[in-house]
């Protein structure tokens, strides 16, 4: 079996994108309420799953409105 098949295989069963997204959110709206030192880290942290979202999508090959949830239902 390809090597990128396993990877894919692996990524797709690891990562719930439906609790990602909430976990997101809610970080989101933790960052008004922290001090800027606190908002500063976790806006790192937002940003590395934004880039893990946009992995999943670019290198993996997922579905993208799975990860980013795109349509309207």
């Known amino acids: 079996m390809d090597a990128n098949v396993i990877l894919k ?3 797709t069963l690891n990562v719930d994108f439906t ?3 909430e976990q997101k959110k809610l970080l989101i709206d933790a960052c008004d309420l922290v001090p ?3 908002r500063q880290a976790l806006e790192g942290i937002l940003g590395l ?3 893990i979202q ?3 999508v670019d290198i993996y090959g997922l579905d993208e ?3 980013f949830h795109l349509s309207d239902d």
């Open 9 to 11: 295989a692996d990524f």
């Open 19 to 21: 609790e990602l997204r």
């Open 36 to 38: 800027d030192n606190v």
């Open 49 to 51: 799953l934004d880039s």
């Open 54 to 56: 946009d992995q999943a």
């Open 65 to 67: 409105d799975k990860v």
